[in-house]
């Protein structure tokens, strides 16, 4: 039987990735939230793939902690900074 096709840029996986960056972090989802500068609901939306990130609060991210907008949305490792990668492992 074969697995089904996971979409990197679905709401759901998106999520995933934002909490494992979260995780990675040491962040609570408050903080998170509090970073991107949207609500605490917002991001507990966001993680639970209910709710895209939207670009503004991606970018903020971006610029704090050297993400980069094709991994939020597209789940594309390659401009990670690597000690975010080994702490996501």
């Known amino acids: ?40 609901r917002a991001w507990s939306l966001i993680e639970r793939g209910s709710r895209r990130i939207g670009v503004g609060a991606a970018l903020r991210l971006c610029d704090l902690y050297g993400l980069s907008l094709d991994w939020i949305y597209r789940g594309n490792i390659a401009q990670l900074p690597l000690n975010l990668i080994e702490k996501m492992r």
């Open 1 to 40: 039987m074969t697995q089904p096709l996971v979409n990197p840029q679905s709401p759901e996986e998106i999520g995933k990735r934002l909490k494992k960056l979260r995780k990675a972090l040491g962040k609570t989802q408050a903080e998170m939230a509090e970073l991107a500068a949207i609500s605490k």
